[in-house]
């Protein structure tokens, strides 16, 4: 999934400073099972906000609502009814429904509530860590099902680096060395040999770097 | 008189391009040098421009040094981020290189190594303040510095494909130098009355815009150049001229000794570009009376 964390209220309440009415749109995927910006979190948000602002003498409209997807436009078309009665739009999903309805309302000013962190996945209840970073070109399958380029703080692509100890990253305590993550998977699943090939110098075209990555599938495009 | 005091005192500078070559044989680089020993005021040197792995800028600028040739360096940040530019800056200070140019940089999917990563860390506007930083005597990180550089920063404006872009190009430069830019290359001139208008506008940005002066080598550039940027203003005429030539070379060179008399009019300086004819520089400069 890609997660998020909110955004610091006073960052928020800087975007909205200028409004009256303002659509706070929260979003059922991604955002929702990483408690950032779903149906709770809309809530809890527009709370935040009144709260602030009744302390500071103002006041400001807030009509919560939250999508199945921001991200498709076949749900952000849910809107039109009620994006006119609003000033300005304040989305709770990542950057890519965020973006999604600054296209479709193009004379509407739409500002982030959250901070898009990365696609992970959760460790255990209230955990979540960087699993992929999309490099377009998944080597999982050569390493254990473990990820050197999420996983290793240098990217590399054939075994730890000298700042590897026990099994842990230079970089913090808490960082597994990725490559020892590897090691000890391909050696339980006897695999070894795997470890020993060479990578050679990775291709790092198919992880963008030209402008916007994109997929047409001809079959389903229309 | 140095590039630098040759800028400042509002003279009239000549500056040329020379490629650093792929490979270590820098005999073509040096003998080019040689040859323009005299006739221009510093030797621009690319650092792997259009995404093509060469030898780095640093060292085309210790040999241009070695061989008595004011150097320009470019810098980018495509392929360093901001430790290295600072620190390859520092390095080319200490070899005595003092001038920098920080330009825009090809991306990687024209290049000659289309797989590698492009760093980006930082853009132009940042690298020039990160440089302008260094000459105060602090890095990007804060620290200060033990021994203050002081660099020549330039800029560069590129090619435009319309008025709209040209103005966020200005607007870009306006921003460079105000945080330290002190000139700016700016792109090829083929028609001296597009040129006229375009130094009027980039008059408030009251630092030396130095155009470039491009050398036609072939009709087949021409054409490429009038077909895929228009704007450029490669005229009919032009074309016809060159096609017309009984000797093309030598129209090509004829051609750029021309615009570059026309442009000493107009400007406080002038590149020359020729990209791999760096021999024929000193016939520009003849054909132009200089």
């Known amino acids: 999934m890609i997660t998020a964390e909110r955004k610091p209220l006073e960052e928020i309440l800087a975007y909205i400073k200028p409004f009256k009415r303002i659509l706070l749109l929260g979003c059922n995927e991604c955002v929702t099972v990483c408690a950032a910006g779903g149906r709770k979190e809309v809530g809890v948000l527009a709370s935040g906000i009144q709260m602030s602002m009744l302390k500071n003498g103002t006041s400001i409209e807030i009509r919560e609502h939250t999508l199945e997807r921001q991200c498709d436009p076949e749900y952000v078309e849910e809107l039109l009814p009620m994006i006119d009665s609003a000033d300005a739009v304040l989305s709770m999903a990542c950057g890519c429904g965020v973006q999604q309805l600054a296209t479709r309302f193009k004379d509407k000013p739409v500002f982030p509530a959250v901070n898009t962190k990365f696609m992970g996945g959760s460790d255990r209840h209230g955990v979540w860590t960087e699993r992929c970073q999309g490099c377009g070109d998944c080597l999982l399958g050569l390493t254990g099902g473990i990820c050197p380029i999420a996983k290793c703080a240098k990217q590399l692509m054939n075994g730890p680096c000298g700042g590897s100890a026990r099994g842990v990253c230079e970089i913090g305590e808490d960082v597994d060395c990725a490559w020892h993550l590897i090691w000890e998977r391909l050696k339980a699943l006897d695999l070894t040999e795997q470890y020993l090939e060479i990578m050679p110098a990775k291709d790092w075209r198919p992880g963008g770097g030209s402008g916007p990555r994109k997929i047409i599938r001809e079959d389903l495009a229309e | ?290």
């Open chain 2, 1 to 290: 008189m140095s590039f630098q005091k040759r800028l400042f005192a509002q003279e009239f500078v000549v500056l040329a391009e020379m490629h650093t070559p792929k490979g270590v044989n820098i005999t073509r680089l040096v003998n080019d040098a040689r040859r323009i020993k005299g006739r221009v005021d510093a030797v621009v040197i690319p650092d792997m421009d259009n995404g093509i792995m060469r030898m780095s800028a640093l060292a085309g600028g210790a040999l241009m040094l070695q061989h008595g040739v004011e150097p320009i360096i470019h810098l980018y940040a495509r392929d360093r981020n901001r430790m290295a530019l600072q620190g390859d800056a520092l390095a080319a200070h200490v070899m005595g290189i003092s001038n920098l140019l920080v330009t825009h940089s090809e991306g990687m999917d024209q290049s000659d190594h289309r797989e590698a990563k492009e760093v980006f860390d930082i853009d132009e506007l940042e690298l020039v303040q990160a440089l302008n930083g260094l000459n105060q005597g602090k890095d990007m990180g804060g620290f200060e510095l033990d021994g203050t550089p002081d660099f020549t920063v330039g800029c560069t404006i590129g090619s435009f494909g319309d008025e709209a872009a040209l103005d966020q190009e200005l607007i870009a430069a306006q921003a460079k130098v105000e945080a330290g830019a002190r000139f700016i290359i700016s792109p090829p001139v083929f028609d001296l009355e597009k040129f006229q208008s375009f130094m009027a506008k980039v008059k408030p940005l009251s630092v030396p815009v130095i155009p470039t002066v491009f050398l036609i080598k072939s009709l087949a550039i021409a054409q490429y150049i009038a077909a895929s940027e228009p704007e450029a203003g490669i005229s009919n005429e032009l074309i016809r001229r060159i096609r017309k030539s009984s000797d093309r070379e030598l129209e090509g060179i004829k051609i750029a000794g021309e615009t570059l008399a026309g442009v000493r009019e107009m400007a406080q300086g002038v590149m020359l570009q020729t990209l791999g004819w760096e021999h024929k520089l000193v016939d520009i400069l003849d054909a132009a009376g200089m």
